[in-house]
């Protein structure tokens, strides 16, 4: 064994035993991490033993697009990019292309195919000991490139993928009476895996995502918010438990009485921070009857009947919207028209109808706008994730991942396709307080939509701000590591642009510089505008700006310290390191050089 093997096997002997003071790894180690081609990178042998250790899954990665691959590699890697189950079933892909300015999508060196816990460790053990970058991928999601890095060695939990639902669970070291049903999720789990069996099999509700394809772990690390989070609360708030590698090669549990500050720390604290979540386990909830939507598209004929439009539609929302039935989103296009893109749970269709009745009267009313029919709908809950429900009755609304043997639950949005591999211009957030629905502030909230919406076109999610939810969703949230404003935001404002895919070397793919940064620059103005009403609000970490501004404030609020404090005693040595995540602060903008 090397003389820094044995100084590995003894720091986390140590850290186990809780006797290293924060910060004595990062004394001892290496200023820089270790790149191909220089002293401190591993040998082939040394390499081999990991192969060995997790039974040859150890992949040497390169790109699809990097030169040197075959036309026929490069073309199958073209067509794949419209499908998102591909893009993340590549090791060497995710699900962004890069953003302006910012980065751009890297294969990792070297990649562990997870297929468990010890294959995980066996990683992070051998990155920790040579000093490597380490990445950390589940559905490959992230925007801010938090999932891939050049010359890293990545965990890739993929494979890791099972979903067990379970009657009554009881944590780890936790009282009998907490016993509650719950479901266990591998760490390579997509919400497609988990939906199909917690409701579409087996009839019930589990918070997660939007989006089918984007990965559990990811998004709940993050706080994570689904269409009905203004009824359940965020999915960070359903972890009951998680099983996490940590810096030192150990595998822990992590639940409210076991490890109770890293548990907390994983509730919404930023993925790739703390360890290595291999199985989280979550709550689950009766599944109500009905879920539904209401789509339309409302165009005003001039910018004071916009005005007027939107004055008129956040006081309705205030009245009629503003509670646990009513999510997702509603847009501002063009400079002059109103998106409506919302769902909804525990009412039925007539009951949708009768609560947007007033409103579509009052459009109707008034010959300043055009209006087509909109359309309300409900569909028996146990099949909003069923993909045999939409072929049959909506077919085009979802679209099935075609590929020869491809899993029957995997389908997506078709509307979620138009973001496989994008390329970022510019992408800006903010949550806009409930305080604003208040009628003495709803004119400065109106005016700030119009000011914005003059520059870019605007989203807001209603089901991304908590404000409005029930008692139990709230005190759920509260006990997270997010910034504690999400419980008093009504909705998460979106202001985003970008373009198709731009993998480096991707035949065709060329970016407008120039047209990239003026829209970010437009992006940018327009987020000012609402920042005028919403000053200093905060915003979500997994769906924000790259250059966010004093980034842990925004993120988390009062949590920062705590997660920094986390942050030191489970990972002293920086070993997890993700752009604006937690500690790293004293890492380069690469994660490679220590600062100090
Ligand atoms: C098309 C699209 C739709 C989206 N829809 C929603 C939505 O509806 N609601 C919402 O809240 N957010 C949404 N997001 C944001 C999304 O939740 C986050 O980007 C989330 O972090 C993605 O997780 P992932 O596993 O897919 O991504 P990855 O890029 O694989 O991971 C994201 C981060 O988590 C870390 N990570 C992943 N797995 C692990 C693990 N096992 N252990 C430790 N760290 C890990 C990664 O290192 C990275 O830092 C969306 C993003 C996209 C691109």
């Not at 490069?74 to 890069?98: F, M, V």
């Not at 972890?239 to 940590?246: C, M, N, S």
């Not at 990239?516 to 609402?530: K, S």
Request: net charge positive; proline share 5%.
């Amino acid at each position: 064994m090397k003389r820094r093997d044995l100084l590995g096997v003894a720091m986390s002997t140590a850290l186990l035993q809780g006797v290293l003071p924060a910060g004595a790894i990062a004394k001892g180690a290496s200023r820089s991490r270790a790149r191909p081609g220089t002293p401190a990178w591993p040998n082939a042998k040394e390499w081999q033993a990991l192969r060995t250790q997790t039974g040859g899954r150890l992949l040497a990665l390169s790109s699809p697009f990097a030169r040197g691959q075959s036309e026929a590699v490069r073309n199958e890697a073209l067509a794949g990019l419209k499908n998102p189950y591909y893009i993340g079933d590549h090791p060497a892909l995710t699900q962004t292309s890069g953003w302006q300015d910012a980065w751009t999508s890297r294969a990792s060196t070297y990649a562990v195919a997870a297929r468990d816990a010890a294959d995980v460790a066996a990683a992070v053990s051998f990155a920790r000991r040579h000093n490597l970058r380490l990445v950390v991928k589940g559905g490959g999601h992230s925007y801010s490139g938090a999932s891939n890095a050049s010359d890293s060695l990545l965990v890739w939990t993929r494979a890791m993928n099972r979903v067990e639902m379970i009657d009554a669970f009881v944590a780890q070291s936790c009282p009998k009476e907490s016993a509650q049903p719950a479901v266990h999720v591998g760490a390579g789990a997509m919400w497609a895996d988990a939906y199909a069996e917690v409701t579409t099999r087996g009839g019930r509700y589990v918070q997660g995502g939007g989006c089918t394809t984007v990965g559990v772990a990811g998004l709940v690390q993050g706080g994570g918010f689904g269409s009905f989070s203004k009824g359940f609360g965020t999915a960070a708030a359903s972890l009951i438990e998680a099983e996490v590698v940590t810096a030192d090669g150990a595998i822990r549990i992590a639940n409210a009485y076991t490890n109770p500050d890293l548990f907390w720390a994983l509730k919404g604290g930023g993925g790739g921070s703390f360890g290595v979540v291999t199985r989280l386990t979550l709550r689950t909830h009766a599944l109500p009857a009905f879920f539904g939507a209401v789509f339309g598209e409302i165009t005003a004929s001039s910018n004071d009947a916009l005005r007027a439009l939107l004055a008129r539609f956040v006081d309705f929302y205030r009245a009629s919207l503003f509670n646990k039935h009513w999510g997702e989103a509603v847009s501002l296009r063009d400079g002059k028209k109103l998106k409506l893109s919302m769902v909804f749970q525990g009412l039925d269709e007539a009951q949708a109808r009768a609560t947007w009745a007033p409103f579509f009267a009052w459009v109707r009313d008034r010959k300043e706008y055009s209006f087509a029919e909109p359309a309300v709908m409900a569909i028996p809950a146990r099949h909003f994730w069923d993909p045999l429900f939409f072929q049959k009755h909506a077919p085009g609304l979802t679209t099935m991942d075609g590929r020869p043997g491809a899993s029957p639950d995997h389908h997506f949005w078709t509307g979620d396709g138009e973001q496989g591999g994008w390329f970022i211009h510019g992408y800006q957030s903010t949550w806009l307080p409930a305080a604003l629905l208040a009628p003495q502030r709803q004119g400065a909230l109106v005016d700030a939509l119009c000011a914005a919406a003059a520059h870019w076109d605007v989203e807001l999610h209603f089901n991304k701000g908590l404000a409005g939810a029930p008692a139990a969703a709230l005190a759920a949230t509260r006990d997270t590591a997010m910034n504690p404003a999400v419980l008093d935001a009504f909705a998460l404002a979106i202001i985003a642009g970008g373009g198709g895919p731009a993998f480096p070397g991707m035949p065709g793919a060329t970016v407008d510089e120039a047209r990239a940064r003026h829209a970010a620059v437009r992006i940018g103005a327009g987020i000012d505008a609402l920042r005028t009403a919403a000053p200093d609000a905060g915003t979500y970490v997994s769906e924000s700006d790259y250059f966010q501004a004093r980034w842990q404030d925004a993120y988390w609020g009062v949590n920062y310290a705590r997660l920094a404090q986390v942050k030191r005693a489970v990972d002293p040595g920086g070993l997890f390191f993700v752009h604006h995540g937690v500690g790293s602060e004293a890492w380069s903008a690469d994660g490679f050089t220590r600062r100090a």
